[in-house]
């Protein structure tokens, strides 16, 4: 069985600043990795995927993570932030060729980007 | 091509009615999902469907919850009877299941007094 980790629950950052949203995820085969954003009042949408090839993968609105499979970590990162970045991103995994087609989804970061 | 389609998008009722939210997956996706979000609990999977079966429900929380997929374009979710607890919001989402990529709906906001 999967299961995903967002080491935190709420990340406040000023504009313009650099930012590091973590996740960590357990499994015992290969998996797919995932960024979904949540806007307020809105449904979630893909940010950024990783299924194979590159360990760094970019995404919409200059996001980026990077794969690190030793340390089971799917990390996202942004050079500088803005106000339009202040949403809820949430890490998901699936199995890597499974019949499921579902995901497992972290509890979710709060990311509040100020002025 | 249009996206997964919920309705309705708010819904306010009193305890002990019937709630029926719906869903439109996207044509030819074969997984739909059914979440529930809480500021408590996070985003919880109720059920899910291939092919128009039910796979897992043990997310369902009591009998009260249930849902159906009648054809491969059309799901419900129905609460009866309805409780505070219940307050929520719903998503609905699908896939074809081949990477686990969602995609999601844009949420049924339920608020039951």
């Known amino acids: 069985a999967q299961s995903v980790t967002q080491l935190d629950s709420q990340v406040p950052v000023f504009e313009e600043a650099p930012v590091e949203l973590r996740c960590n995820y357990s499994s015992s085969v290969s998996v797919y990795l995932f960024w979904y954003v949540q806007y307020p009042n809105q449904g979630l949408q893909l940010l950024l995927k990783?299924?194979?090839?590159?360990?760094l993968v970019k995404g919409i609105n200059g996001f980026e993570a990077e794969f690190n499979k030793s340390q089971t970590s799917f990390h996202l990162r942004k050079p500088s932030v803005h106000i339009s970045d202040t949403a809820e991103y949430f890490c998901?995994?699936?199995?890597?060729?499974?019949?499921?087609?579902?995901?497992?989804f972290g509890k979710g970061t709060k990311l509040s980007v100020k002025p | 091509d249009a996206g997964v389609i919920q309705s309705p998008r708010h819904e306010v009722t009193e305890m002990g009615q019937e709630v029926t939210l719906r869903c439109k997956p996207i044509s030819g996706h074969d997984y739909l999902f059914w979440y529930r979000q809480t500021m408590m609990r996070g985003l919880e999977l109720l059920i899910y469907?291939?092919?128009?079966?039910?796979?897992?429900d043990s997310g369902m929380p009591e009998d009260r919850f249930s849902a159906k997929m009648p054809n491969a374009s059309f799901s419900t979710l129905k609460i009866q009877p309805s409780e505070p607890r219940d307050s929520a919001v719903y998503f609905c989402?699908?896939?074809?299941?081949?990477?686990?990529?969602?995609?999601f709906g844009e949420g049924s906001r339920l608020t039951v007094l």
């Open positions: 989402a699908s896939n074809r299941g081949i990477d686990g990529e969602l995609f």
């Open positions: 990783y299924l194979s090839g590159s360990t």
């Open positions: 469907f291939n092919n128009n079966v039910p796979i897992d």
């Open positions: 998901a995994v699936s199995q890597y060729g499974g019949s499921q087609g579902n995901l497992i």
